[in-house]
């Protein structure tokens, strides 16, 4: 009966994993038997913390108070002092306020031999019993255990009443952190490069802890990097789940505790119960005549005669015959041969069943922790303690096979573990103040926004203005787009697309029910780009023509539209005069000219006499033509791509560049240079001042610098680098390929940020950067791309705001309804962009009610249809 199968530990692993889940959700918590409390252990000892320590440990029957000094040399070699303070009995079974008065006095007593009276120390305080940990500093007792029965403490927060006793005292020292004696294993078992993330204690009880994905941990808000989980697996069970393993010497036990029907599992593993069970194995075999004929076994019926190191003493003695014939002659039996071999076969047995029963919880965590990261196998160091150690590598290989573990003796998990947990706390809140000073900046408030907002709408009302538009550094450059699509749109037209590197060529057929487009992409060599005028429009013709002789659209004269995605001083339709490059462009002689005479140009230079460019528009107003066609209501271009602008339809009224005052106009923002005449000198950071120096175009495009595509990688690589030069990443170790410009992509931002992606995975991005970093690193990496990101969209959010709420005011309405078309590959691939911008622009401009419209290719597609909406207008 005592025997269980492997078949059986299969099954009680799965009834295991299935508490596990229960306990760590936040729906099921309360019908699960093993706890899962969180610890708010959230990181492992990296090696550098240094200082002196105190512990106060609470045992069995007795108070250990240590001093612990940590050399930052990996925790090898702790300096330990410590001293032990026998507990009467009445403290046990007495008031809650004098067991935490006598700690207290433990405490003041110990810190007399050494320290000085005015000497300030932060203290770890183990505590071995159940409590709901709130804060790593704040739990409540959930119930007493081992022989523990003190008076008006559950319920209560324990790490408040030693506070308070302390004080009392008149000690200068503060309670930083409280752990049970597992968390303390897994913390001493960890040593530099070699990390802990599961421990296990069978000693008079039992217990587990290992490091969950904080995710996963839904009693606490914490929602990213890993949480160590206090299982509490010595319950499990207590409901029916043991009852197929449970047999009648089980039960018996269980009857004389002190808590029957509770701990069911630490009944049948911990030492506090082994002995009695094999007490109550030999009251049945004597009962029957199978031990002991020859003499009275009465004494085996007294409660506690037999202790469980004596089972032990017999099944690992080197003598073990004459140890257990020694063991039973003590209790005055006379044993023969024939019963000492039974009595070590019994020992072995119960023994053997606690230890594979171990096994399979572990089984059960392990196999947890290998599915909830994703990984074909784990490789993993489990820290050990307790009386009852033994070596489980065997059961849980046969349980758990995609597991590969490491087993680590702790020593003293108790002590330097308590010291090693407190010591962590207190370095990680050095870090967080060090991180938090860092990205403070880059943190705004509804007022800041509010402010940009203003700012917005105040250098708006200037670039419209004819004899102001000087002094604006948002430009609100007229486009001559003065209707969006109606649907009566017809025929085939040709688009060119120039925004960045890659340069594409379309046909664009638009008929009653649809628009169907062909489309290929050529790629612009950096020579061109930074090269000449003539070199890069040569090119573009050059590509026009591959493109339409692969179409065999030689011969054919088809209206073009031209996107054309950098800022212009737009005269017509289909005359824009270069303002500025952006985007990385620099080629000679085009600033200041007409680009559409230029192109002409080039195709008289390549003989192609076919080109018919009836408009220029850029990438914003292609984008908010082409989402025109499926919703009438967009009169807003959006990009945050590469770059970032905006466009949308003003009252002409309010035009001053153009003559006439009736019905609308497309005004193409160029808000990318929102702030370069020092209007959001306030927002701009020292990591901003630094990208934008080593940019081609220092001082320019401030606002597309805070937000788009191609910076944001920039921002995050500088912040990075103060935080290594700070010490709280990458243990302040060098990082030579992080002072590369540019390495740090802003793709890896929105990998970083996908919800529920596992860590392993943002760690697979740092080593591909050869960033060395440990998981809490890859923790703040998040933390940082989610600040910068944040910001991003909030700003843009900000200055959206100014041009909805303009619009609102500009049309006398209460509520405006809108849709903005939107393109950028931030904003499509992003996985918080969008939201974190809509949220924002709820909170900056509740009078507006705005939907996104994502558009499907805006500046191919919204070319065609700017160059059909003119060549409608325009009429037969």
């Known amino acids: 009966a005592l025997t269980v199968p492997l078949e059986t530990l299969q099954v009680l692993k799965g009834h295991m994993m299935q508490d596990m889940r229960k306990g760590l959700s936040r729906q099921m918590h309360a019908q699960a038997t093993m706890q899962m409390l969180p610890t708010f252990i959230c990181s492992m000892p990296d090696g550098t913390e240094k200082g002196d320590f105190l512990v106060a440990e609470l045992c069995q029957n007795y108070v250990r108070t240590l001093c612990v000094t940590l050399l930052g040399d990996g925790n090898q070699r702790p300096q330990v002092m410590y001293k032990i303070f026998d507990m009467p009995m009445n403290i046990m079974q007495g008031k809650g306020e004098a067991l935490f008065s006598f700690i207290a006095k433990c405490l003041r007593q110990f810190l007399a031999g050494f320290s000085s009276p005015q000497r300030r120390f932060p203290l770890g305080f183990v505590f071995p019993f159940s409590c709901k940990q709130t804060q790593l500093d704040k739990a409540e007792l959930t119930s007493w255990s081992k022989g523990f029965k003190c008076t008006g403490v559950e319920g209560k927060d324990v790490?408040?009443?030693?506070?308070?006793?302390?004080?009392?005292?008149?000690?200068?020292?503060?309670?930083?952190?409280?752990?049970?004696?597992?968390?303390?294993?897994?913390?001493?078992?960890?040593?530099?490069?070699?990390?802990?993330?599961?421990?296990?204690?069978?000693?008079?009880?039992?217990?587990?802890?290992?490091?969950?994905?904080?995710?996963?941990?839904?009693?606490?808000?914490?929602?990213?990097?890993?949480?160590?989980?206090?299982?509490?697996?010595?319950?499990?069970?207590d409901d029916t789940t043991l009852s197929g393993i449970m047999t009648t010497y089980d039960q018996r036990v269980d009857k004389e505790s002190s808590n029957p029907g509770k701990k069911r599992f630490e009944k049948l593993v911990g030492s506090l119960y082994l002995g009695e069970i094999v007490r109550h194995v030999l009251v049945a075999l004597a009962a029957e005549k199978a031990v002991f004929t020859g003499s009275n076994a009465g004494i085996l019926r007294n409660k506690d005669v037999l202790k469980t190191h004596q089972v032990l003493e017999i099944i690992n003695h080197e003598d073990g015959m004459a140890r257990t014939r020694s063991t039973l002659e003590t209790l005055g039996l006379r044993p023969s041969e024939r019963d000492c071999c039974r009595v070590q076969q019994v020992c072995r047995v119960v023994v053997s069943r606690a230890a594979a029963l171990c096994a399979a919880g572990l089984a059960a965590i392990l196999t947890h922790m290998c599915q909830s990261r994703e990984l074909e196998q784990l490789y993993v160091n489990i820290g050990v303690d307790g009386e009852l150690y033994r070596d489980y590598t065997s059961v849980t290989g046969l349980l758990a096979p995609e597991c590969t573990i490491t087993l680590l003796p702790s020593v003293d998990g108790t002590g330097r573990?308590?010291?090693?947990?407190?010591?962590?706390?207190?370095?990680?809140?050095?870090?967080?103040?060090?991180?938090?000073?860092?990205?403070?900046?880059?943190?705004?408030?509804?007022?800041?926004?509010?402010?940009?907002?203003?700012?917005?709408?105040?250098?708006?009302?200037?670039?419209?203005?004819?004899?102001?538009?000087?002094?604006?550094?948002?430009?609100?450059?007229?486009?001559?787009?003065?209707?969006?699509?109606?649907?009566?749109?017809?025929?085939?037209?040709?688009?060119?697309?120039?925004?960045?590197?890659?340069?594409?060529?379309?046909?664009?057929?638009?008929?009653?029910?649809?628009?169907?487009?062909?489309?290929?992409?050529?790629?612009?060599?950096?020579?061109?780009?930074?090269?000449?005028?003539?070199?890069?429009?040569?090119?573009?013709?050059?590509?026009?023509?591959?493109?339409?002789?692969?179409?065999?659209?030689?011969?054919?004269?088809?209206?073009?539209?031209?996107?054309?995605?950098?800022?212009?001083?737009?005269?017509?339709?289909?005359?824009?005069v270069l303002l500025s490059w952006t985007k990385g462009f620099n080629a000679s002689g085009c600033v200041g000219q007409d680009v559409v005479q230029l192109l002409r140009d080039a195709a008289l230079r390549k003989q192609h006499f076919t080109l018919k460019v009836v408009a220029v528009v850029n990438d914003t107003v292609g984008t908010m033509m082409s989402c025109g066609y499926d919703d009438p209501k967009c009169e807003i271009g959006l990009i945050v791509g590469t770059g970032t602008n905006a466009c949308y339809m003003e009252e002409m009224r309010n035009v001053g560049t153009v003559e006439g005052n009736e019905g609308r106009m497309c005004i193409n923002m160029e808000w990318g240079a929102f702030g370069d005449n020092g209007c959001l000198d306030h927002i701009f950071t020292n990591f901003d001042q630094m990208v934008d120096e080593k940019t081609i175009n220092p001082g320019k495009q401030r606002f597309e610098k805070l937000i788009s595509g191609m910076y944001l990688g920039e921002i995050v690589r500088?912040?990075?680098?103060?935080?290594?030069?700070?010490?709280?990443?990458?243990?302040?170790?060098?990082?030579?390929?992080?002072?590369?410009?540019?390495?740090?992509?802003?793709?890896?931002?929105?990998?970083?940020?996908?919800?529920?992606?596992?860590?392993?995975?943002?760690?697979?991005?740092?080593?591909?950067?050869?960033?060395?970093?440990?998981?809490?690193?890859?923790?703040?990496?998040?933390?940082?791309?989610?600040?910068?990101?944040?910001?991003?969209?909030?700003?843009?959010?900000?200055?959206?705001?100014?041009?909805?709420?303009?619009?609102?005011?500009?049309?006398?309405?209460?509520?405006?309804?809108?849709?903005v078309g939107v393109d950028g590959t931030l904003y499509k691939m992003h996985p918080h962009f969008s939201q974190n911008l809509q949220q924002t622009l709820q909170v900056l401009a509740p009078k507006c009610s705005v939907t996104f419209l994502q558009s499907e290719d805006g500046s191919g597609k919204g070319a065609a249809l700017v160059a059909a909406v003119a060549c409608r207008k325009a009429g037969p």
């Not at 030693?162 to 930083?176: G, P, R, T």
């Not at 421990?199 to 941990?217: K, L, P, R």
């Open 417 to 576: 573990g308590a010291a090693i947990v407190t010591a962590v706390a207190l370095r990680l809140a050095d870090q967080r103040r060090e991180v938090d000073q860092l990205l403070s900046p880059l943190r705004l408030s509804r007022s800041d926004l509010q402010r940009v907002q203003a700012l917005m709408r105040q250098e708006m009302d200037l670039g419209l203005g004819k004899e102001t538009n000087a002094r604006s550094s948002v430009r609100m450059l007229p486009t001559y787009v003065r209707a969006t699509p109606d649907g009566t749109e017809r025929g085939e037209f040709l688009a060119l697309d120039l925004g960045g590197t890659n340069f594409r060529v379309l046909v664009v057929r638009v008929a009653e029910d649809s628009i169907r487009m062909a489309s290929e992409i050529y790629v612009i060599p950096t020579s061109i780009i930074q090269g000449t005028g003539v070199e890069l429009f040569n090119h573009i013709v050059e590509c026009i023509m591959d493109f339409q002789l692969k179409q065999d659209l030689m011969e054919q004269i088809l209206p073009l539209g031209f996107t054309f995605s950098f800022p212009c001083q737009q005269l017509g339709l289909d005359k824009a």
């Open 159 to 237: 790490v408040q009443l030693l506070q308070s006793a302390i004080n009392k005292e008149e000690l200068y020292v503060d309670v930083v952190a409280l752990m049970n004696d597992t968390v303390g294993t897994m913390m001493t078992s960890s040593v530099e490069d070699k990390a802990c993330e599961v421990a296990i204690i069978i000693d008079a009880g039992t217990n587990s802890c290992f490091m969950a994905e904080a995710q996963q941990v839904e009693m606490v808000e914490e929602s990213s990097g890993r949480m160590c989980v206090n299982t509490e697996w010595g319950c499990f069970g």
């Open 718 to 819: 500088y912040i990075l680098l103060a935080m290594v030069e700070k010490r709280v990443l990458f243990r302040g170790k060098p990082c030579p390929k992080l002072q590369t410009k540019d390495i740090f992509q802003t793709k890896f931002l929105s990998t970083i940020e996908i919800d529920g992606l596992a860590l392993k995975k943002v760690l697979a991005i740092l080593r591909d950067l050869d960033l060395h970093a440990s998981f809490e690193d890859s923790v703040l990496v998040r933390e940082v791309c989610q600040t910068v990101s944040l910001r991003a969209a909030q700003l843009c959010a900000a200055g959206m705001a100014a041009v909805v709420e303009k619009m609102r005011e500009n049309r006398g309405l209460d509520q405006l309804i809108v849709t």
